[in-house]
């Protein structure tokens, strides 16, 4: 799987858009970026991926650049309950890989 | 959410005793997936499941052994728990091709 490179936290406050980079410069063409979280303790959650292409879904956006070498999910509206660590993730889309998990970027988002 | 459930939930053992831990899943997904996480490890993959009695190696596999005889329930087993083993332990599941693995609530195991 392809690095990737996270900031170890950020903060954010409460209602403001929270802008998690991340940068994976080796990535190959056939690999996805994905985003995941994981709320204390719990397992990890799916938030969104993408290719080349920007993306939203009613969580978050993805913003993939040109070159593929970094992209930036970004909650537009961050509450209490984002408070999390968020791990950005790049593997290709195939039977059954497992997802590698770094140490992610703990975001605390702030009243 | 998903319906993956594990147990026990909390498990405290001696060092040198077996312990195992069940994932069950009602979703009928066919890869299973058993995740160890540890501090400023990130979550790193033990053994998984491409189907039932299929199963495979990950990175962190030493010290563990799985079974899955259903598709419903992937065991991951220490055959004679060390404290090294101490760790919150997740089971995955997911279908192939699927972007999105989904998690169960994990298992916290001490071993003293």
């Known amino acids: 799987d392809a690095k990737t490179t996270q900031p170890t936290s950020m903060d954010c406050a409460e209602g403001r858009a929270a802008n998690l980079p991340c940068n994976h410069s080796?990535?190959?063409?056939?690999?996805?970026v994905y985003w995941y979280r994981q709320i204390h303790s719990q397992g990890p959650q799916y938030i969104i991926h993408?290719?080349?292409n920007n993306e939203t879904n009613e969580m978050a956006s993805l913003i993939i650049t040109e070159d593929r070498k970094s992209s930036t999910l970004i909650l537009p509206h961050a509450t209490l309950r984002d408070t999390a660590v968020y791990y950005c993730?790049?593997?290709?889309?195939?039977?059954?890989?497992?997802?590698?998990f770094g140490p992610g970027t703990r975001l605390s988002v702030l009243p | 959410d998903a319906g993956i459930t594990q147990s026990p939930r909390h498990k405290v053992t001696e060092t040198g005793t077996p312990v195992t831990l069940r994932c069950h899943q009602t979703?009928?997904?066919?890869?299973m997936y058993w995740y160890r996480q540890d501090p400023g490890h990130g979550l790193r993959l033990i053994h998984y499941?491409?189907?039932?009695?299929?199963?495979d190696k990950g990175e962190v596999s030493d010290g563990y052994s799985v079974s899955r005889s259903k598709t419903e329930d992937f065991l991951l087993t220490l055959e004679s728990a060390t404290s090294s083993q101490t760790s919150v332990y997740f089971c995955?599941?997911?279908?192939?091709?699927?972007?999105?693995?989904?998690f169960g609530p994990g298992t916290r195991l001490t071993v003293t």
């Open positions: 995955a599941i997911s279908e192939p091709l699927s972007y999105e693995q989904y």
């Open positions: 080796t990535i190959s063409g056939n690999e996805y």
């Open positions: 993408g290719l080349k």
């Open positions: 979703e009928n997904h066919r890869y």
């Open positions: 499941s491409y189907g039932v009695k299929d199963t």
């Open positions: 993730i790049v593997r290709p889309l195939s039977y059954g890989q497992n997802f590698v």
